[in-house]
């Protein structure tokens, strides 16, 4: 089952019927038809968090070439769009004036953007269309660093971010909880009745933990399993993932040449080669064990880090002794898989409703801006449809459960997070169902269902917030029930 017709229709229709009431108005209308093509859009997910945090290593390890970071002729950054395109293209949007389409060229899998004439604050964002299967579902929005979490300029940051985006990738280097009134600020500019933006928080330098240890990679999943189980996943927050952002970039985009060299480290013997892998300036100084140039050490180091370079030596070692072995490998173990796994999960699985979000905080902005005596109806139509969207009742859930907010048992807990569609969104994800199930077998399961969970609505061993959420629980499996008879 995926997000009603119901409410895709009541969402253009509301649209349109705004763009009656303001017809009147160059600016609301330019906004609503805005709003309108968002909607056929794809899923737009803002990668966001501070100084060297990862963001832009993450953007080029999804769309799998060194495409991050892109910066103006001064040095700064400015959001950067990329989407899916048949060859390269870069457009972009000033502050004043018309969109400009600038030079962009593809050299040695790397993008080349000539901005040497543009400075900020003149630029509003540029777009890119580069040729990505990975772009042809989510537009990934690489945006400048934040300031400070406590800072009102960070709360500011975010909430534009919020306001142009449809789900959020937000990086950390730890999971002490600082990122939560970040987050927060950017929840809290929205309707409150819609429930939380799917945020995804991605642990984005999880290489670094135990001070870079081979292990690093394990103990970080480790512990971001231990932050989910104990209940520190915030409230505005899907899931939380360890990633090596590096070594998935690396592994992405691994050169021939970078194997050469890595190749000939892992000739060395172990017992010596560690000795110069404990720093970065016993790695790049004078007296390293082999004839290979310091711009090259410089270069690997950079790519891989030094967590990366005694991965990359070990996993040749034993026996990854090829190029694309090696890169799937790098791959496999960064976490990259994870991610994408739960950007399909906890995003573009839920596209519609999540773009149905985004239409509708954005006409309650206009409303709140340019108040209209004509605008009454649709106050009221807006409010309602905020209220009675079962949609937004699912997401709401979803996030209760992940942050310990509704007290069930842990099975319990599972199974309402997968009928809700915490695992995925059709009807054989929701029941559990992973092969060929036939009309009459889903119908059974998905009535199987709805009787446990009525019962669940009336336990009272259970908090007055887990029976209600058993009771949204319930409305998923009549909706379900409903698309089979139907069917």
Not at 278 to 303: C, K, V
Request: glycine share 8%.
């Amino acid at each position: 089952m995926t997000v009603g017709p119901g409410l895709d229709q009541s969402v253009r229709a509301i649209l349109h019927e705004a763009l009656e009431v303001y017809r009147d108005s160059p600016r609301a209308v330019g906004w609503l038809r805005h709003q309108q093509a968002r909607l056929a859009a794809p899923l737009a997910v803002a990668v966001v968090g501070g100084p060297k945090s990862g963001k832009s290593t993450l953007v080029s390890a999804f769309v799998g070439e060194d495409v991050a970071p892109v910066e103006l002729a001064d040095g700064s950054q400015v959001s950067t769009w990329y989407q899916d395109g048949p060859q390269p293209r870069a457009v972009l949007y000033a502050a004043r004036g018309p969109r400009q389409e600038v030079p962009v060229a593809r050299r040695d899998r790397r993008l080349d953007i000539d901005l040497r004439q543009w400075r900020s604050p003149g630029v509003d964002r540029i777009v890119v269309d580069w040729p990505a299967r990975n772009l042809r579902d989510v537009t990934l929005i690489d945006t400048p660093a934040l300031p400070p979490p406590d800072s009102d300029a960070a709360s500011a940051a975010m909430e534009r971010i919020a306001g142009e985006a449809d789900g959020l990738l937000y990086l950390v280097r730890d999971t002490q909880g600082g990122e939560q009134p970040v987050l927060r600020a950017a929840h809290d500019r929205a309707a409150p009745t819609t429930g939380p933006v799917s945020t995804l928080v991605v642990l984005s330098r999880a290489d670094e933990i135990g001070a870079g240890r081979i292990d690093a990679l394990s103990s970080a999943k480790q512990i971001v399993r231990r932050y989910r189980r104990e209940g520190g996943t915030p409230a505005v927050c899907q899931n939380v993932i360890a990633l090596a952002a590096l070594l998935a970039q690396a592994g992405r985009t691994l050169r021939d040449n970078e194997f050469a060299a890595l190749t000939a480290l892992a000739g060395v013997p172990r017992a010596e080669l560690d000795d110069f892998l404990l720093s970065a300036d016993r790695f790049t100084g004078a007296r390293f064990p082999i004839a290979l140039d310091a711009d090259i050490r410089h270069a690997l180091l950079r790519r891989f880090g030094i967590f990366g370079l005694k991965l990359v030596t070990t996993l040749i070692r034993r026996g990854n002794a090829n190029p694309t072995t090696l890169a799937a490998e790098l791959v496999r173990r960064s976490g990259l898989g994870e991610l994408r796994e739960s950007i399909g999960q906890f995003l573009v699985g839920r596209r519609e409703v999540l773009k149905a979000r985004s239409a509708l905080i954005a006409l309650d902005t206009l409303l709140r801006a340019e108040p209209l005596p004509a605008a009454r109806k649709l106050v009221a139509d807006l409010e309602r449809l905020l209220v009675s969207a079962h949609d937004f009742h699912e997401l709401r859930l979803l996030s209760a459960i992940a942050a310990g907010r509704v007290a069930l048992p842990d099975e319990l807990a599972a199974e309402a997070g997968r009928l809700v569609g915490g695992e995925g969104t059709t009807l054989p994800e929701r029941l559990g169902i992973d092969y060929q199930a036939g009309p009459a077998e889903l119908h059974q399961r998905a009535f199987d269902a709805l009787r446990r969970w009525h019962r669940e609505t009336v336990n009272p061993l259970l908090s007055s917030t887990a029976r209600r959420g058993a009771a949204t629980v319930v409305r998923s499996c009549e909706a379900m029930l409903t698309q089979l008879s139907a069917s």
